[in-house]
């Protein structure tokens, strides 16, 4: 009978591609991995539930090369596509890296670790999360935190709690969490590298007073509208991350939200005197772009107030650090 051919024809080709499919994503043959070099690729630069919902900025954090070192920091929502528009295959990750429980920190990190883990065939990879994270709130799953054994995906990554200053080495990279101001379990961290320490200041609050023509205030909710200087502030964050030769900051916006996250008034009075060479800012509200798109300018008021050259991320924008790494 006729569909007696095509019933054969489709269980040999059927057969071929399965075994086609299970090398190219499961065994690896002939993928190479990434090249060693110094350069952040941001697949994503939004923050906050309006970047969440719009995906405008995108929410899909950056992707760290240091060295032999690949890791992606904050897999948000999307971060997969993204990783694959940017020309980036999740395979060749060494390491995850989770400041905190927010989504746009977060939801996107399953997909990774399966890419990582190469469709969970394999054990490899780190996946490094507060504990709050992976343990208290159970936001990333046992399978994909690879503990357990659930049939033939026996895959899945090493998971390591983070916990203050308590260093970890990861081939030639000495990375060393750094606690946030931002609720919850958080933290930033900085990379050493013999040629290149890099900090991440996650989201963190920073400013904590401020003097006004009416007198002194507590930070709150309110905006900082009339502010005219800076009285106290995070003198543990400052110090951090004064002595890191690139540093990617969390902003969110100018002046609103200081109670949770830095601004880039906080931003300026951090790297004022700092040894900071180069200043990247991320984690932009969508407000930061609409009616008017105020990145540029955000970046240009860092610069021009603290003396280091401060730059916006764009989605899918890519710097090389290498000038930086052979200073």
């Not at 080495?169 to 606690?179: A, E, F, G, Q, R």
Request: charge should be neutral.
């Amino acid at each position: 009978m006729e569909h007696g051919k095509l019933d054969r024809e489709l269980r040999n080709q059927t057969r071929e591609n399965v075994l086609y499919t299970i090398e190219r994503w499961r065994h690896r043959t002939g993928q190479p991995e990434h090249p060693p070099g110094y350069r952040l690729t941001f697949l994503g630069t939004g923050g906050n539930p309006e970047a969440v919902i719009s995906q405008d900025p995108r929410t899909a954090g950056f992707v760290v090369n240091l060295g032999e070192l690949c890791m992606h920091v904050d897999p948000g929502p999307g971060a997969v596509i993204r990783s694959l528009e940017a020309g980036l295959d999740p395979a060749n990750l060494d390491a995850i890296y989770i400041s905190h429980g927010h989504l746009d920190h977060y939801a996107g990190v399953e997909s990774v670790v399966e890419g990582m883990c190469w469709a969970m065939s394999t054990r490899r990879g780190l996946l490094l999360a507060p504990a709050e994270v992976l343990e208290d709130r159970n936001l990333v799953s046992r399978y994909h935190q690879g503990r357990g054994d659930y049939g033939p995906y026996r895959g899945g990554p090493r998971a390591l709690i983070l916990k203050p200053f308590q260093y970890l080495s990861i081939k030639d990279i000495m990375l060393t969490p750094i606690p946030a101001y931002h609720g919850g379990e958080n933290y930033g961290f900085i990379l050493e590298h013999p040629r290149l320490r890099l900090g991440y200041t996650s989201d963190t609050n920073y400013i904590r007073s401020y003097r006004t023509p009416a007198g002194i205030l507590q930070v709150s909710r309110d905006p900082l509208m009339d502010m005219s200087e800076i009285l106290t502030w995070r003198q543990d964050v400052r110090e951090y991350f004064r002595h890191v030769d690139v540093l990617v900051a969390n902003i969110t916006t100018h002046n609103f939200w200081a109670h949770r996250h830095i601004t880039t008034l906080g931003l300026a009075h951090l790297l004022k005197g700092a040894r900071v060479k180069k200043c990247l800012i991320t984690h932009f509200n969508r407000s930061c772009l609409y009616p008017v798109d105020l990145r540029a300018k955000m970046a240009s008021f860092v610069a021009e107030v603290s003396g280091v050259p401060t730059y916006p991320a764009y989605d899918g924008a890519v710097f090389d650090l290498e000038e930086v790494a052979r200073d």
